[in-house]
């Protein structure tokens, strides 16, 4: 739809430009490799490309360490490149958003190279520049000037030797902590932003954007217990001039220009904050990534010490993000993106030897989070079923975060095998892993060596293979994008979970006015029957049957019939 709310029937497509498709066999997939996949995209349906970032950048994790944000890193093209793929999108009616990594630099960025020049750079106040603690010696265990562990391990103080004194960094030591106190700060990332637009771009992801408010005394944290180091989350996530620094964003760059979409990267962002970041009244973004779902299966001190989920346990949290949502604000859908491991390895169920629940699991995850209240997003990959990387080794990983998690982990006293298995499930390279095009060499990404290895299901899970079989993973996708585009009930309705009798059955209505649709979908391996209240079932009764994951269910339009493992259903009324 058009006006200021087309996002709201619009389908998300994240590519991740360092594995999507490699064009001239360095082993990187980039921009002209983008080009040649368009196709695949448009046969898709989706409305929207959201690339993971390509500006210039020391690739110290992947691009979300950026040294020039007006220029293309030479791995993935050029400008002249960059517009090219613009103009080929916008040619097939879709619309492109760029990363937004304006949390933190990379420290060889400019800017950061004036700051640690010295004491007295202007730009010096650019960054978190603090002395080591109480007058300790700069370098000395314990001396950083807080006590906060960054994201990928380790303290998030990184000393630098010119001026003795140490900057922040939540992130990678190379990816140093912008300082929006700073107006100047602010000024340049708008006049940035502002650039890209009036290149053509449609608006942007924004990377953990509500880290970029700090408690400015940056106070030390409660330890973990026996840990020396602590989560200093509280100190700068939803920070006091959050709100503030959106609200000017918006003003300085978002303000009377049209068919944008803005979405926030938004860690540890409760529900009633939620509301906060995408009240339309509010103008500060269009939606918000939430991480609730995806932490539920974290252990309790790491990610990486990860549990299964019981069947249900997902649906009452996304359930309980739909009703939050309900009256103010909108919900960007997502089970899967390049930090996260596989959708259908971690919420479904691929084991081969458990009988053939890899489809349909795959399916039936798709069609109860495509057709919540919200906006879909699809990671590349996700529409032909892929899978967790199986690897083994410390060799076969790449991620920076892995890399430091294995190190502090040994060092911390686990095996390797123990350090292994929490990578072999929470790793982000389980994303990372090239598409699998076809059945040619390296699945078709590239003629060179991949920069990380192909999983080796390729030679079954290919968009080749699924292409033209209409009861493929894929086709099963492109069918629920375009339900999405005929029935307006799907972005606009209402949403009520309804009792099924069985936590592992996720079913709910949408309304809106006289279109009623109703989404029965059991989220487990077993076979498991709905029981509905009986004014729940009288309204469904005779209702038709607009979409199965079970080819040749269609004709058996009874809800209270039993769900087979993983089956999922679509009625209208
Ligand atoms: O991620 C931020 C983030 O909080 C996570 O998803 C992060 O990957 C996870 O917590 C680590 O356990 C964003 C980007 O999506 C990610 O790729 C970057 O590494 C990170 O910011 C820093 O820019
Ligand atoms: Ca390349």
């Given at each position: 739809?058009?006006?200021?709310?087309?996002?709201?029937?619009?389908?998300?497509?994240?590519?991740?430009?360092?594995?999507?498709?490699?064009?001239?066999?360095?082993?990187?997939?980039?921009?002209?490799?983008?080009?040649?996949?368009?196709?695949?995209?448009?046969?898709?349906?989706?409305?929207?490309?959201?690339?993971?970032?390509?500006?210039?950048?020391?690739?110290?994790?992947?691009?979300?360490?950026?040294?020039?944000?007006?220029?293309?890193?030479?791995?993935?093209?050029?400008?002249?490149?960059?517009?090219?793929?613009?103009?080929?999108?916008?040619?097939?009616?879709?619309?492109?958003?760029?990363?937004?990594?304006?949390?933190?630099t990379s420290d060889e960025h400019p800017w950061f190279v004036e700051s640690r020049s010295s004491v007295d750079s202007p730009k010096r106040d650019w960054y978190w520049w603090r002395p080591a603690r109480d007058g300790r010696d700069p370098g000395t265990?314990?001396?950083?000037?807080?006590?906060?562990?960054?994201?990928?391990?380790?303290?998030?103080?990184?000393?630098?030797?010119?001026?003795?004194?140490?900057?922040?960094?939540?992130?990678?030591?190379?990816?140093?902590?912008?300082?929006?106190?700073?107006?100047?700060?602010?000024?340049?990332?708008?006049?940035?932003?502002?650039?890209?637009?009036?290149?053509?771009?449609?608006?942007?992801?924004?990377?953990?954007?509500?880290?970029?408010?700090?408690?400015?005394?940056?106070?030390?944290?409660?330890?973990?217990?026996?840990?020396?180091?602590?989560?200093?989350?509280?100190?700068?996530?939803?920070?006091?001039?959050?709100?503030?620094?959106?609200?000017?964003?918006?003003?300085?760059?978002?303000?009377?220009?049209?068919?944008?979409?803005?979405?926030?990267?938004?860690?540890?962002?409760?529900?009633?904050?939620?509301?906060?970041?995408?009240?339309?009244?509010?103008?500060?973004?269009?939606?918000?990534?939430?991480?609730?779902?995806?932490?539920?299966?974290?252990?309790?001190?790491?990610?990486?010490?990860?549990?299964?989920?019981?069947?249900?346990?997902?649906?009452?949290?996304?359930?309980?993000?739909?009703?939050?949502?309900?009256?103010?604000?909108?919900?960007?859908?997502?089970?899967?993106?390049?930090?996260?491991?596989?959708?259908?390895?971690?919420?479904?169920?691929?084991?081969?030897?458990?009988?053939?629940?890899?489809?349909?699991?795959?399916?039936?995850?798709?069609?109860?989070?495509?057709?919540?209240?919200?906006?879909?997003?699809?990671?590349?990959?996700?529409?032909?079923?892929?899978?967790?990387?199986?690897?083994?080794?410390?060799?076969?990983?790449?991620?920076?975060?892995?890399?430091?998690?294995?190190?502090?982990?040994?060092?911390?006293?686990?095996?390797?095998?123990?350090?292994?298995?929490?990578?072999?499930?929470?790793?982000?390279?389980?994303?990372?892993?090239?598409?699998?095009?076809?059945?040619?060499?390296?699945?078709?990404?590239?003629?060179?060596?991949?920069?990380?290895?192909?999983?080796?299901?390729?030679?079954?899970?290919?968009?080749?293979?699924?292409?033209?079989?209409?009861?493929?993973?894929?086709?099963?996708?492109?069918?629920?994008?375009?339900?999405?585009?005929?029935?307006?009930?799907?972005?606009?309705?209402?949403?009520?979970?309804?009792?099924?009798?069985?936590?592992?059955?996720?079913?709910?209505?949408?309304?809106?006015?006289?279109?009623?649709?109703?989404?029965?979908?059991?989220?487990?391996?077993?076979?498991?029957?709905?029981?509905?209240?009986?004014?729940?079932?009288?309204?469904?009764?005779?209702?038709?049957?607009?979409?199965?994951?079970?080819?040749?269910?269609?004709?058996?339009?009874?809800?209270?019939?039993?769900?087979?493992?993983?089956?999922?259903?679509?009625?209208?009324?």
């Amino acid at each position: 739809s058009t006006g200021p709310d087309w996002w709201k029937s619009a389908v998300v497509y994240q590519i991740y430009p360092r594995s999507f498709q490699d064009s001239n066999g360095d082993g990187i997939g980039d921009l002209p490799g983008i080009r040649q996949r368009l196709d695949h995209l448009e046969r898709l349906g989706v409305d929207v490309v959201w690339l993971s970032p390509i500006y210039r950048s020391p690739q110290a994790d992947n691009g979300y360490d950026i040294s020039d944000y007006q220029d293309i890193d030479p791995v993935f093209g050029t400008l002249d490149d960059f517009d090219a793929l613009l103009a080929d999108l916008h040619a097939r009616g879709m619309k492109l958003v760029m990363d937004l990594v304006v949390n933190h630099t990379s420290d060889e960025h400019p800017w950061f190279v004036e700051s640690r020049s010295s004491v007295d750079s202007p730009k010096r106040d650019w960054y978190w520049w603090r002395p080591a603690r109480d007058g300790r010696d700069p370098g000395t265990p314990g001396a950083e000037p807080n006590n906060w562990e960054s994201f990928f391990s380790g303290p998030a103080w990184q000393l630098d030797e010119a001026t003795g004194e140490y900057y922040l960094h939540l992130f990678d030591r190379k990816q140093a902590d912008l300082n929006w106190e700073n107006p100047e700060v602010r000024e340049a990332v708008y006049a940035m932003m502002r650039w890209w637009l009036d290149r053509g771009v449609d608006g942007f992801r924004m990377d953990v954007i509500n880290l970029i408010s700090k408690v400015p005394s940056l106070p030390d944290a409660e330890p973990l217990p026996g840990r020396a180091l602590a989560n200093g989350a509280p100190y700068y996530t939803s920070g006091p001039r959050l709100h503030e620094f959106l609200q000017e964003m918006h003003r300085e760059v978002f303000a009377g220009r049209d068919g944008l979409l803005t979405v926030g990267e938004t860690p540890g962002v409760t529900p009633p904050e939620a509301v906060l970041f995408t009240d339309p009244a509010r103008h500060e973004v269009d939606m918000v990534f939430q991480f609730e779902h995806v932490g539920l299966d974290h252990g309790p001190v790491t990610k990486f010490r990860s549990r299964r989920l019981e069947p249900g346990e997902l649906a009452a949290n996304l359930t309980r993000w739909q009703d939050a949502l309900a009256e103010t604000g909108w919900n960007s859908l997502y089970l899967e993106n390049h930090d996260q491991a596989r959708s259908v390895t971690r919420f479904g169920d691929d084991r081969t030897d458990h009988g053939a629940h890899w489809r349909t699991s795959a399916t039936a995850l798709a069609t109860m989070l495509h057709l919540q209240r919200g906006t879909p997003y699809v990671y590349q990959g996700q529409e032909i079923g892929m899978t967790n990387a199986p690897f083994a080794l410390i060799e076969d990983f790449r991620d920076v975060e892995s890399l430091n998690f294995y190190a502090a982990d040994i060092e911390s006293g686990s095996s390797p095998a123990e350090a292994l298995l929490g990578l072999a499930s929470m790793s982000r390279d389980n994303a990372r892993t090239p598409v699998q095009w076809d059945g040619s060499e390296n699945a078709g990404f590239t003629t060179g060596t991949p920069w990380i290895a192909v999983n080796p299901n390729a030679d079954r899970i290919t968009v080749a293979a699924q292409e033209d079989d209409p009861h493929s993973v894929l086709a099963y996708y492109r069918s629920l994008i375009a339900l999405r585009h005929a029935h307006p009930v799907i972005a606009d309705g209402s949403f009520e979970r309804l009792d099924a009798g069985d936590d592992a059955i996720f079913a709910f209505e949408r309304v809106l006015g006289d279109d009623r649709m109703l989404v029965v979908a059991n989220l487990s391996s077993d076979e498991r029957i709905p029981r509905f209240a009986s004014t729940a079932f009288e309204r469904w009764e005779d209702a038709e049957v607009l979409l199965t994951n079970l080819p040749g269910s269609e004709g058996a339009p009874d809800v209270a019939a039993p769900l087979a493992p993983w089956e999922a259903k679509v009625y209208s009324a």
